[in-house]
């Protein structure tokens, strides 16, 4: 560019400078849309749990866990008819 005669670059300048406005006057209306429409978003509120809690995906209280064990413990002793099942708890 610096090589170029000053009124090319007078020329180069000013076209560049003229694009540029017209650019950021084309984006006023889509601003415009985008604010009216966050606006209107429905809001959800936050939950006050962690997702995989509020889906019950979590891992389980330890004491419900073994009460849970027992009773599968208790089911399959009574299917198989066997008194001795073995403890799964850690």
Not at 18 to 44: H, N, T
């Amino acid at each position: 560019m610096k090589q170029l005669p000053e009124q090319v670059q007078d020329g180069i300048v000013n076209a560049y400078a003229d694009s540029l406005a017209p650019v950021f006057w084309y984006l006023v209306p889509f601003l415009i849309i985008a604010f009216l429409l966050a606006w209107l978003v429905k809001e959800i509120p936050l939950s006050d749990e962690a997702g995989m809690i509020a889906r019950g995906e979590a891992v389980a209280d330890p004491d419900k866990t073994h009460a849970s064990v027992d009773a599968v413990d208790d089911a399959v002793s009574q299917a198989s008819g066997d008194a001795d099942v073995p403890d799964h708890r850690p």
